[in-house]
């Protein structure tokens, strides 16, 4: 059973970077795709991208330009940076696993099996 | 990018009812379709995917059909613990794309 856990500031100013971390538990890093996902009540659930353990990304075109996910296996977390955020970026941001054994590039037979509880970052000055 | 589109927006219904959600998308994604319940102030939680396989610890009262670009999730007799925020959710492709809930009331 894997158990993810989102840390990271609650606030972030206009125009700075966004960086959030997610901790993984019972899972083995090199069987799932390591995604971000957030939730706003403006755009409602917009994924965000994926990592996997080889390192290869996918991210939402509408974000790619200020987007960065990272993973580091020796710490068993990965990571999501978002720069120059304007208040549009104010959600609540969840890391989630999917199993990588169920997906063919960017095209996976199951969904969402796991999710960390989530955590709101607000881009107010 | 694929639009994921669900309706009812909001739903009222009672205790026993059968309650239908559709989600249409705009282009054919097979059946890369998943469902998902959300409680206020947690994570969506995974029912159904590829269209109509229940996952593991689900009720058998939820099930979901289709395929191409029509699709629906059935609750076959309502429980109180169903009342909730429901998505849909494409994996045929990235980006990744959510519908934009149907929210279950108690009528």
């Known amino acids: 059973q894997v158990q993810l856990q989102e840390s990271g500031p609650g606030l972030v100013k206009p125009s700075e970077t966004l960086s959030l971390t997610c901790s993984v538990s019972?899972?083995?890093?090199?069987?799932?795709?390591w995604t971000w996902i957030r939730q706003s009540p403006g755009k409602g659930l917009e994924w965000i991208g994926y990592?996997?353990?080889?390192?290869?990304?996918n991210y939402n075109p509408s974000l790619k330009s200020r987007v960065t996910i990272s993973l580091d296996t020796s710490k068993n977390h990965f990571s999501l940076k978002l720069g120059s955020v304007t208040a549009a970026d104010t959600a609540v941001y969840y890391c989630?696993?999917?199993?990588?054994?169920?997906?063919?590039?960017?095209?996976?037979?199951?969904?969402?099996?796991?999710w960390g509880q989530g955590t709101l970052v607000t881009v107010s000055s | 990018d694929i639009q994921m589109t669900q309706s009812p927006s909001s739903l009222s219904a009672s205790v026993g009812d059968r309650v239908t959600i559709t989600c249409r998308a705009s282009?054919?994604?097979?059946?890369?379709l998943n469902w998902y319940q959300q409680k206020p102030g947690t994570a969506p939680k995974v029912l159904i995917y590829?269209?109509?396989s229940l996952q593991s610890g689900v009720p058998s009262r939820f099930s979901g059909s289709g395929s191409g670009t029509d699709f629906t999730l059935t609750i076959s007799s309502l429980q109180p613990e169903d009342f909730a925020t429901y998505y849909c959710?494409?994996?045929?492709?990235?980006?990744?794309?959510f519908g934009q809930g149907t929210k279950l009331e108690i009528k």
């Open positions: 989630a696993a999917v199993l990588a054994g169920y997906c063919s590039g960017g095209a996976c037979y199951r969904g969402i099996d796991y």
């Open positions: 019972g899972g083995s890093i090199s069987t799932y795709y």
């Open positions: 990592i996997y353990y080889s390192g290869s990304t």
């Open positions: 282009q054919r994604i097979s059946n890369y």
């Open positions: 590829t269209a109509s």
């Open positions: 959710q494409q994996t045929y492709t990235t980006p990744w794309s």
